[in-house]
């Protein structure tokens, strides 16, 4: 009978979930979720994304670590707009394949939202002459990184909008950007593009 009884007990915890085992320790470093529209929930410069890389093959992280507001004349390119916001991001490929990011051609890529709301592809006006040489990547072989530059040609009272990436598979992600410069690169990429 207390066979019988602690049978009953054990099937019972069993189907409850209660194996007895620790549960799982949670990542030390989580990759961030896509954030919800609007600001809420929006992530903050430095949070890395894992994304479906273009033409949903491969993986890839993502992480924007700076940003910097570029004035007409701070650069050899004259902006369309009053002047260039450039961002900066880590590019890793973390599947067995290699991929790239995806681009506005493919209704995917990266965006600037407008403080009002206004969408701003990437290399819109004059932004697509924006080159900084180390900061210029493409195809992401598997298990490296690349660093990847952002640009987008907009008006002063644009600052301080938010990065939009929709990747390979449709899924948007959003981070809050500040209204000045920040992150460590800001030297380097003014350095790279001065005139």
């Known amino acids: 009978m ?3 009884i602690a049978a009953i007990l054990l099937a019972s915890l069993a189907l409850a979930g209660c194996s007895g085992e620790a549960p799982p320790k949670p990542d030390a470093n989580p990759t961030a979720r896509p954030s919800a529209t609007g600001s809420a929930g929006a992530l903050a410069l430095g949070t890395r994304v894992e994304t479906v890389g273009a033409g949903g093959l491969g ?7 700076s940003i910097a507001y570029l004035e007409a004349g701070s650069t050899s390119e004259k902006p369309q707009a009053e002047g260039f916001v450039f ?11 290699g991929t790239a990011q995806t681009s506005p051609i493919s209704n995917g890529g990266w965006s600037w ?6 969408a701003i592809k990437q290399g819109n ?14 195809f992401i072989s598997p298990g490296t990184f690349d660093w990847a530059g952002v640009v987008f040609d907009v008006k002063v009272t644009q600052a301080g909008g938010m ?7 449709g899924q948007a992600y959003r ?6 410069d920040s992150g460590p690169q800001v030297a380097q990429i003014k350095q790279e593009l001065a005139p």
């Not at 981070?175 to 000045?180: G, L, Q, V």
């Open 2 to 4: 207390r066979r019988r």
């Open 113 to 118: 939202v407008a403080p009002d709301g206004e």
């Open 125 to 138: 006006g004059s932004a697509f002459n924006v080159v900084a040489e180390s900061f210029n990547a493409s």
């Open 87 to 97: 961002v900066t991001v880590k590019v890793v490929a973390t599947a067995p394949v």
């Open 175 to 180: 981070w809050a950007m500040p209204k000045t």
């Open 59 to 65: 993986r890839l992280e993502l992480t924007p670590t």
């Open 163 to 169: 990065l939009l990436y929709t990747d390979g598979a």
